[in-house]
């Protein structure tokens, strides 16, 4: 694990990057903070956290490092380790963890639930929604004692995800009082995950759904094999790909509200 520093001082402020090996564009956004002469006046910690897997190409080498958090991890595994180390490296921090994904070019938030933090913060970034998982956060680095706020940039691997990434960096950094200036606050669409939807065995598969645009009971919204699989209740998408995943094509979703922020930066969820 890699962690650099910008700015003097105990950081109370980090950026993560390469949680998984295949997903690159965050370190790409960390070597851009590391090389472009910022000066922030609030130090900020800058951590490559999976190296071994990010030079493999992979997105892992023994476990999921994202679920590696809790006790449910091979001893032996090299991810075991690296959560332990990288759960001390963000203790007390506020976090920005950057990754990608096959499921949507569009950047999207995601944290476990709706802290001050977390209010005050994702409204000010480049993201098109905010997805609540709920405190089961199944050894995420969500479990650790930090607030974290992950986001995906975009597809795994792109020029834009990476992009995306630098550009939220400075937001957050922005949003947080590390850089000075101002970003702007937008309203924004929040929903709360639901159960995994589960894959046929099949060689072949297909998505049709979107991110966060609703199917109805009836509608088909992936196919395996070429044969249609129909929705038996309305949900709302959320990390929907044909291969992101081995065994799911990605969660359902609800609609909890709008996180609405007034003139004096009070964000409030609101029903629509």
Known sequence: ???EQLGNGEP??????AIHGDEPGGVEAIERLLTDGTNVERPVKLIVANEKALEAGERYLDADLNRAFDENVPEDAHERELARQLADAVQGCTVLSLHSTQSSAR???ISPGLDDATRAIVPQLSVA???RTGLDVEGRLFATDATIIEVETGYQRS????ENAYRIALEFLTATGALPGYTVSTDLSVYDLGEPVEKPPADEYEVFAENF??????ETYAAADGEGLTAQEGFY??????YGYENIFGYTG???GTLQTTEDGTATLTAD
């Open 254 to 256: 609800s609609f909890a």
């Open 159 to 162: 020029v834009e995800a990476a």
């Open 213 to 218: 645009t609703h199917v109805d009971a009836g």
């Open 237 to 242: 998408p959320v990390l929907f790909s044909a």
């Open 1 to 3: 694990m890699r962690v």
């Open 107 to 109: 950047p999207f938030a």
């Open 12 to 17: 109370e402020l980090a950026i993560v990057a």
């Open 129 to 131: 929604a905010l997805v």
